[in-house]
Protein backbone atom coordinates (compact mmCIF):
# COMPACT_ATOMS: atom_id res chain seq x y z
CA UNK A 1 0.00 0.00 0.00
CA UNK A 2 1.52 3.25 -0.93
CA UNK A 3 -1.38 5.50 -0.46
CA UNK A 4 -1.32 7.79 2.42
CA UNK A 5 -4.72 6.95 3.12
CA UNK A 6 -3.91 3.25 2.50
CA UNK A 7 -0.43 3.68 4.86
CA UNK A 8 -2.69 4.80 7.82
CA UNK A 9 -5.10 2.53 7.39
CA UNK A 10 -2.15 -0.05 8.14
CA UNK A 11 -2.79 -0.02 11.63
CA UNK A 12 -6.67 -0.18 11.65
CA UNK A 13 -5.97 -3.10 9.02
CA UNK A 14 -3.43 -5.04 11.88
CA UNK A 15 -5.73 -4.69 14.83
CA UNK A 16 -9.18 -4.78 13.59
CA UNK A 17 -9.24 -7.09 10.66
CA UNK A 18 -6.12 -8.87 10.38
CA UNK A 19 -7.10 -11.43 13.64
CA UNK A 20 -10.54 -12.15 12.15
CA UNK A 21 -9.05 -12.55 8.69
CA UNK A 22 -6.79 -15.77 10.02
CA UNK A 23 -10.14 -17.00 12.22
CA UNK A 24 -11.82 -16.81 8.65
CA UNK A 25 -8.91 -18.19 6.68
CA UNK A 26 -8.91 -21.48 9.04
CA UNK A 27 -11.94 -21.91 8.52
CA UNK A 28 -11.83 -21.81 4.64
CA UNK A 29 -8.31 -23.81 4.62
CA UNK A 30 -10.84 -26.98 6.72
CA UNK A 31 -13.61 -26.48 4.47
CA UNK A 32 -11.84 -28.28 1.38
CA UNK A 33 -10.59 -31.47 2.87
CA UNK A 34 -13.74 -31.77 4.52
CA UNK A 35 -15.87 -31.35 1.05
CA UNK A 36 -13.24 -33.94 -0.17
CA UNK A 37 -13.78 -36.49 2.40
CA UNK A 38 -17.58 -36.28 1.96
CA UNK A 39 -17.26 -36.96 -2.12
CA UNK A 40 -14.62 -39.76 -0.74
CA UNK A 41 -17.10 -41.57 1.31
CA UNK A 42 -19.82 -41.01 -0.98
CA UNK A 43 -17.93 -42.35 -4.14
CA UNK A 44 -17.60 -45.77 -1.85
CA UNK A 45 -21.19 -46.10 -0.63
CA UNK A 46 -22.17 -45.64 -4.60
CA UNK A 47 -19.76 -48.12 -5.38
CA UNK A 48 -20.65 -50.19 -2.40
CA UNK A 49 -24.43 -49.98 -3.34
CA UNK A 50 -23.25 -50.85 -7.17
CA UNK A 51 -22.23 -54.09 -5.98
CA UNK A 52 -24.82 -54.69 -3.99
CA UNK A 53 -27.05 -54.57 -6.97
CA UNK A 54 -25.25 -56.32 -9.13
CA UNK A 55 -25.03 -59.16 -6.63
CA UNK A 56 -28.60 -58.94 -5.53
CA UNK A 57 -29.92 -58.13 -9.01
CA UNK A 58 -33.25 -56.71 -7.96
CA UNK A 59 -34.82 -54.71 -11.02
CA UNK A 60 -36.65 -52.23 -8.28
CA UNK A 61 -32.95 -51.19 -6.68
CA UNK A 62 -31.85 -49.90 -9.91
CA UNK A 63 -34.01 -46.90 -9.70
CA UNK A 64 -32.03 -45.45 -6.95
CA UNK A 65 -29.13 -44.82 -10.09
CA UNK A 66 -30.54 -41.28 -10.75
CA UNK A 67 -30.52 -40.08 -7.21
CA UNK A 68 -27.19 -41.38 -6.63
CA UNK A 69 -25.93 -39.88 -9.78
CA UNK A 70 -27.78 -36.44 -8.73
CA UNK A 71 -26.11 -36.35 -5.54
CA UNK A 72 -23.08 -37.53 -6.96
CA UNK A 73 -22.85 -34.65 -9.25
CA UNK A 74 -23.54 -32.12 -6.49
CA UNK A 75 -20.69 -33.25 -4.56
CA UNK A 76 -18.60 -32.82 -7.64
CA UNK A 77 -20.11 -29.26 -8.53
CA UNK A 78 -19.44 -28.10 -4.69
CA UNK A 79 -15.59 -28.99 -5.26
CA UNK A 80 -15.26 -27.60 -8.45
CA UNK A 81 -16.68 -23.96 -7.23
CA UNK A 82 -15.37 -21.22 -5.86
CA UNK A 83 -16.06 -20.19 -2.20
CA UNK A 84 -19.49 -18.75 -2.08
CA UNK A 85 -21.11 -15.87 -0.86
CA UNK A 86 -20.45 -17.02 2.69
CA UNK A 87 -17.37 -15.82 2.64
CA UNK A 88 -17.92 -12.54 0.79
CA UNK A 89 -20.81 -11.65 3.19
CA UNK A 90 -18.57 -12.69 6.14
CA UNK A 91 -15.63 -10.42 4.54
CA UNK A 92 -17.91 -7.36 4.40
CA UNK A 93 -18.82 -8.41 8.01
CA UNK A 94 -15.24 -7.95 8.80
CA UNK A 95 -13.81 -5.49 6.36
CA UNK A 96 -16.63 -2.62 5.79
CA UNK A 97 -17.74 -1.47 8.89
CA UNK A 98 -13.70 -0.22 10.51
CA UNK A 99 -13.24 0.60 6.68
CA UNK A 100 -16.13 2.72 6.57
CA UNK A 101 -14.89 4.58 9.91
CA UNK A 102 -11.74 5.49 8.73
CA UNK A 103 -12.71 6.50 5.24
CA UNK A 104 -15.17 9.35 7.11
CA UNK A 105 -18.50 7.84 8.47
CA UNK A 106 -19.65 6.27 5.24
CA UNK A 107 -22.46 3.75 5.64
CA UNK A 108 -22.81 0.21 3.48
CA UNK A 109 -25.39 -1.26 2.26
CA UNK A 110 -26.12 -4.41 0.25
CA UNK A 111 -29.26 -4.10 -1.72
CA UNK A 112 -30.06 -6.46 -4.75
CA UNK A 113 -26.86 -7.67 -4.58
CA UNK A 114 -25.25 -4.84 -4.99
CA UNK A 115 -22.59 -2.53 -2.43
CA UNK A 116 -23.66 0.69 -1.75
CA UNK A 117 -22.05 3.11 0.39
CA UNK A 118 -23.26 6.45 1.59
CA UNK A 119 -22.42 9.62 3.28
CA UNK A 120 -24.95 12.36 3.48
CA UNK A 121 -25.95 13.07 -0.14
CA UNK A 122 -23.07 10.90 -2.23
CA UNK A 123 -23.38 7.57 -3.08
CA UNK A 124 -21.00 5.61 -4.49
CA UNK A 125 -21.49 2.04 -5.79
CA UNK A 126 -18.11 0.17 -6.30
CA UNK A 127 -18.52 -1.49 -10.30
CA UNK A 128 -16.45 -4.72 -9.03
CA UNK A 129 -17.72 -7.61 -6.86
CA UNK A 130 -16.14 -6.81 -3.30
CA UNK A 131 -14.03 -9.79 -1.61
CA UNK A 132 -15.11 -12.06 -4.39
CA UNK A 133 -12.22 -15.58 -4.08
CA UNK A 134 -11.05 -17.17 -7.11
CA UNK A 135 -10.67 -20.38 -6.01
CA UNK A 136 -10.27 -22.58 -2.64
CA UNK A 137 -6.43 -22.09 -2.97
CA UNK A 138 -5.84 -17.98 -3.32
CA UNK A 139 -5.22 -16.65 0.05
CA UNK A 140 -7.62 -14.17 1.37
CA UNK A 141 -5.65 -11.45 2.59
CA UNK A 142 -4.30 -10.60 -0.62
CA UNK A 143 -7.48 -10.21 -2.13
CA UNK A 144 -9.28 -8.41 0.57
CA UNK A 145 -5.73 -5.85 0.57
CA UNK A 146 -6.36 -4.88 -2.85
CA UNK A 147 -10.09 -4.42 -2.56
CA UNK A 148 -9.60 -2.21 0.45
CA UNK A 149 -7.23 -0.34 -1.56
CA UNK A 150 -9.80 0.37 -4.26
CA UNK A 151 -12.41 1.05 -2.15
CA UNK A 152 -10.51 3.41 -0.28
CA UNK A 153 -9.59 5.17 -3.72
CA UNK A 154 -13.13 5.24 -4.69
CA UNK A 155 -14.98 6.68 -1.49
CA UNK A 156 -11.78 9.01 -1.04
CA UNK A 157 -12.88 10.61 -5.08
CA UNK A 158 -16.50 10.67 -4.21
CA UNK A 159 -17.97 13.82 -5.57
CA UNK A 160 -20.94 15.60 -4.83
CA UNK A 161 -24.05 14.59 -7.48
CA UNK A 162 -24.45 17.61 -10.00
CA UNK A 163 -28.32 17.35 -9.21
CA UNK A 164 -30.37 17.03 -5.81
CA UNK A 165 -30.97 13.69 -4.60
CA UNK A 166 -34.28 13.27 -4.12
CA UNK A 167 -35.21 12.28 -0.05
CA UNK A 168 -35.94 8.47 0.45
CA UNK A 169 -39.21 7.26 -0.84
CA UNK A 170 -40.22 9.72 -3.36
CA UNK A 171 -40.74 8.46 -7.04
CA UNK A 172 -39.08 9.65 -9.71
CA UNK A 173 -41.37 12.82 -11.85
CA UNK A 174 -42.99 13.63 -8.25
CA UNK A 175 -40.73 16.33 -7.45
CA UNK A 176 -42.87 19.52 -9.50
CA UNK A 177 -46.59 19.38 -7.90
CA UNK A 178 -49.06 21.23 -9.66
CA UNK A 179 -51.01 22.90 -6.96
CA UNK A 180 -54.84 21.80 -6.58
CA UNK A 181 -57.78 23.71 -7.36
CA UNK A 182 -60.69 23.10 -5.42
CA UNK A 183 -64.11 24.22 -6.41
Not at 19 to 47: G, I, K, S, W, Y
Not at 107 to 127: A, W
Request: aromatic share 8%; net charge positive.
Amino acid sequence: MTDPAETDFNPVFATEIVPRLDMLEQARRHELPRLRRRATAFAALTVAWLAALLTISIPLLWLTIVPLGAIGLFIVLQLRAPPGRDYAQALRAIVLPPLCAFAGGWRHERLDNRDIFRKGDLRVEPDWPLFSLPDWRTPIPPIVRTDISRLLALLASAQPPAYPVPPRGSKPGNSHKEPQVTK
